[in-house]
């Protein structure tokens, strides 16, 4: 190869790398590897600035809107509260809630759509009695899965038909790809009905102190001049509250584990509760008590009336993970307060200043209304709910929105406008008949993610004309031979087990060239590599960070890193299977 060419693998290993060890921004690193090709002369300004302008990249933003739409309407809530009903058995709920979710992802993005069915999974579980964690991994899988039965059901599917259109060739159909993603769906689904029952953890046996599995810590301090000065334990209203127990207090150098009935308070004593979200705001109501996190609020400033509990889950991309609260200065950046934190459906024992957050903690926050319309599609929060209360929505308008995203798939699915125009007259509807506000429209195309998209078309571009991706290709067929089908295998699984380390996106990106130059090199159709990395790209089951979804599920259900591996690697081998079967034979080598 090129010294052109060695430049430009050791940009992508060198992002690769830092995506992976590193904390820092994806989209940043990325867009560093497409400087420094387009400074070094692998790339010019037309090629390195081309993913902006790709036709795929574009239909993922409009799509966004489209989305949003559905979910500001209501449109997926009502759905939720139709087809989970009242199952008499955990396979039976299982069956209720894969079915759906999978065929409703086939025309939704799976992220909002999980964000949706999330809170009221939790709910439903609850009045089921049955664990959350049997529940929630199905959830995100069969979000992910549905997405490879048409064009626009995850945003990699539009992204690959990008590049293909972009390099000339045709491009597919809305629903060609569910030749593939169907019977893979059915997969899923039989292998979490037979499975999941026995695979997946219990997280909430039937000694546990809680009710609901997400424990919190909940640190409150008594006001200087407060009510509850020199009253007891017991006078105060402490001991007897619904869902929360008085762990212990914090008084100046001293903690007082055992806390009597008769222990008199005393100005600045910090209580540390243990409990439930929604029984959290019993404390809120207690006068002369305020969140420790939280000093300049006091329940009767009419400031601290207006404010709300929320719940979030942190994001990988949140830029206070690896900080603790107080030095990411927490309120200053959000407006808002943390009052509670849970990992893995535990406690974190420690003063709440001193937590250092970690991707996928669940946070219990303080904040005034507006917080939950401007970071409900914020990249540092996977899920924001509010505690007890719901954002109101547009429900007499959901029938509209639903019949806007029909229209989006019938005058695609039909040919009669293509994906892009399809898209664009359906995000123009949403807006124009009120169903999405242009506020909304806006926070709802999630930038990082069409960044690092489009970051990635210049590292891919950058393999593909320096002859890094032939020269790849080249080394790849030494070790696989000169036989289409194992090279396929091969190259599929090499998909899968990247997906699995980093985004999604990006991996079908940077393998496109190489499918395009293995295809090449052994003088075969390149459908079957192509369909491969749509495919491959999208089976994120193994660990939690694989997939977005399986991250937003992962502290909700209280999962440990090993339940994905145990309960994902059969079913990613499984898909292996089926996906490799199925392509050569629909996309032949030798059409």
């Not at 090279?487 to 940077?510: D, H, I, K, M």
């Amino acid at each position: 190869m090129s010294a052109q060419a060695w430049l430009a693998v050791g940009v992508v290993l060198g992002c690769l790398g830092l995506m992976l060890f590193t904390a820092a921004a994806p989209e940043l690193i990325l867009l560093g590897g497409v400087v420094v090709l387009l400074m070094s002369g692998v790339l010019s300004p037309e090629q390195a600035l081309g993913g902006f302008s790709n036709e795929g990249m574009i239909t993922v933003a409009l799509m966004y809107v489209v989305v949003a739409g559905i979910r500001e309407t209501g449109g997926v809530d009502m759905l939720v509260q139709h087809v989970l009903g009242r199952p008499k058995s955990l396979r039976g709920a299982l069956l209720r809630l894969i079915v759906p979710v999978a065929s409703v992802s086939a025309f939704l993005n799976n992220t909002p759509l999980v964000a949706v069915f999330l809170p009221a999974v939790l709910t439903w579980a609850k009045r089921l009695e049955i664990s959350p964690s049997k529940l929630l991994i199905p959830l995100s899988y069969a979000a992910v899965v549905g997405g490879t039965i048409s064009l626009i059901g995850t945003s990699t599917n539009l992204i690959v038909n990008g590049l293909l259109l972009h390099s000339g060739r045709e491009g597919l159909g809305l629903f060609d790809i569910a030749w593939v993603g169907i019977p893979c769906s059915i997969l899923m689904m039989t292998y979490v009905l037979l499975l999941a029952p026995s695979r997946l953890p219990e997280r909430k046996p039937a000694s546990a102190v809680f009710e609901n599995p997400k424990e919190y810590t909940v640190e409150m301090s008594v006001e200087d001049n407060g009510a509850l000065v020199g009253k007891t334990i017991e006078e105060a209203g402490l001991r007897h509250l619904q869902g929360l127990y008085l762990v212990e207090i914090e008084r100046g150098d001293e903690v007082l584990a055992a806390v009597g009935p008769y222990e008199r308070l005393q100005p600045g004593d910090r209580l540390v509760f243990a409990g439930v979200s929604d029984s959290v705001v019993e404390l809120q109501r207690i006068k002369g008590l305020r969140p420790s996190a939280d000093k300049s609020f006091t329940l009767e400033d009419r400031k601290h009336r207006e404010r709300v509990l929320v719940e979030a889950v942190v994001s990988p991309q949140c830029a206070l993970v690896g900080k603790t609260i107080k030095e990411g200065r927490f309120r200053m950046v959000y407006g808002g307060s943390v009052i509670a934190v849970a990992r893995n459906g535990q406690r974190i024992s420690g003063k709440i200043g001193e937590i250092r957050l970690e991707p996928a903690d669940t946070l219990l926050l303080n904040v005034r209304p507006p917080f939950l319309e401007r970071h409900r599609n914020s990249n540092d929060f996977l899920l924001v709910s509010q505690v007890s209360e719901y954002l109101p929505v547009r429900h007499e308008r959901a029938g509209l929105a639903w019949l806007i995203l029909a229209a989006v798939v019938l005058s695609a699915s039909f040919e009669w406008l293509s994906m892009l125009k399809a898209a664009m007259l359906g995000a123009g509807a949403m807006l124009l008949t009120g169903c999405c506000s242009v506020p909304t429209a806006r926070t709802s195309m999630d930038s990082q993610v069409l960044l690092a998209i489009a970051a990635s078309f210049g590292l891919g571009k950058g393999l593909e004309i320096s002859g890094a991706a032939s020269g790849i290709a080249q080394g790849f067929l030494g070790l696989a031979g000169n036989n289409p089908l194992l090279v396929l295998v091969l190259f599929y699984f090499l998909t899968v087990v990247l997906t699995e380390l980093l985004s999604n996106n990006s991996v079908a990106v940077l393998m496109f060239p190489l499918a395009l130059a293995i295809a090449d090199k052994l003088d075969v159709s390149f459908w079957p590599f192509i369909v491969a990395v749509m495919v491959a790209a999208s089976m994120g089951f193994s660990t939690p960070i694989g997939y977005q979804t399986n991250l937003m599920v992962y502290g909700p259900g209280g999962y440990h890193f090993t339940d994905f591996v145990r309960f994902g690697v059969p079913l990613n081998l499984l898909m292996g299977v089926i996906a490799l079967s199925i392509i050569p034979w629909v996309w032949p080598f030798y059409p």
